[in-house]
């Protein structure tokens, strides 16, 4: 996903032009929408932000964030004091029905469920603010808290939002709002451990790789930690494991399981996605999973392979990534 995605007035011209004749004639003509396109564009890439965190999923992040443009464009914007806070308002009340709607779609769904990868490496303004509750394991972790509690952390943590504005926005008191975050707070803190640097993240990462396509077996067992799991998400489009595989041994052993023909005429190319190192797998030009690795001073936590063709349209092969280790 580049910067035209999110940043670009394109998207939201396009969409608005539909609405024009709608919005000229309640908001004053011309002069009126360029100057309210212009107030969305600026504020885009948080309303886009505030939406993927909310969802883990950029398109349906993009389609929300379409809608708040499209009520933008509808509304009253003479009535409006603060054209950001009325924004981010609305995108973050879309956001915890959107949530609603896809925690009951998810108990469905085929296999393990992973966040969609974006690629902050082409689209460096998802995580220009603040980076928290953007990488893969903390978006893990959230999913399982309620969508209001979810959407008080993402304000308050990953864009530093006053308690005061977080409670107007949510609908709830101050006091409960402090409660929620401080509860996913202690949750995020008390589940994961932490994390070891974005160099030692790639470096593992990169020797996962190489000892997996080898099928190295003891090379895969010194790279885990000893309650390792590993998450396949294919989304019943693709042969992917259902379940998820759990345990140094276990995975190593699964691991090696696939390597001959899992890894035969794989390239392997090198992206950031959701502010950490992945690997791009592609065989003959065509891309087909998205790996990465979670890690902290055990060794790995957790590998997890995005296989799921539509989660795979929003991440392309980084110039300035690592290269890979040899052999890899």
Not at 234 to 251: E, N
Not at 258 to 280: K, R
């Amino acid at each position: 996903m580049g910067t035209g995605r999110m940043g670009s007035p394109t998207a939201c011209g396009q969409v608005g032009a539909r609405a024009m004749a709608v919005t000229d004639a309640e908001s004053g003509g011309p002069e009126d929408l360029e100057q309210a396109t212009a107030v969305f564009t600026g504020v885009r890439p948080r309303l886009f932000g505030i939406a993927y965190r909310m969802l883990g999923s950029a398109a349906e992040a993009e389609d929300l964030v379409q809608d708040v443009w499209l009520r933008w464009q509808a509304y009253d914007r003479a009535t409006v004091d603060s054209p950001a806070a009325f924004l981010a308002t609305t995108t973050t009340r879309l956001a915890i029905n959107a949530a609603q709607s896809a925690r009951v779609r998810r108990e469905t769904y085929l296999g393990p469920w992973l966040p969609e990868p974006v690629d902050t490496g082409a689209d460096p303004y998802l995580g220009a603010e603040r980076g928290e509750a953007l990488e893969f394991a903390v978006l893990l972790l959230l999913e399982r808290l309620s969508p209001t509690e979810r959407a008080a952390y993402v304000l308050r943590e990953a864009f530093d939002y006053p308690y005061r504005q977080i409670a107007d926005i949510v609908q709830l008191n101050e006091a409960a709002v402090r409660q929620a975050v401080s509860r996913a707070r202690r949750r995020v803190l008390v589940e994961r451990r932490t994390p070891v640097t974005g160099a030692e993240q790639r470096r593992l990462l990169t020797a996962f790789v190489t000892a997996a396509r080898s099928g190295d077996l003891t090379a895969l067992e010194e790279l885990f930690a000893a309650d390792v799991t590993s998450y396949s998400d294919g989304g019943g489009a693709v042969r992917a494991s259902r379940f998820p595989v759990a345990g140094a041994s276990r995975v190593a052993k699964y691991v090696k399981a696939f390597a001959g023909h899992f890894w035969s005429g794989v390239d392997v190319g090198w992206a950031s996605t959701n502010g950490q190192t992945s690997a791009l797998l592609s065989r003959d030009g065509q891309a087909f999973a998205v790996l990465t690795v979670n890690a902290s001073e055990q060794g790995i936590d957790q590998v997890l392979w995005m296989m799921n063709p539509a989660k795979l349209t929003a991440v392309s092969i980084s110039p300035d990534a690592p290269r890979p280790a040899q052999g890899s």
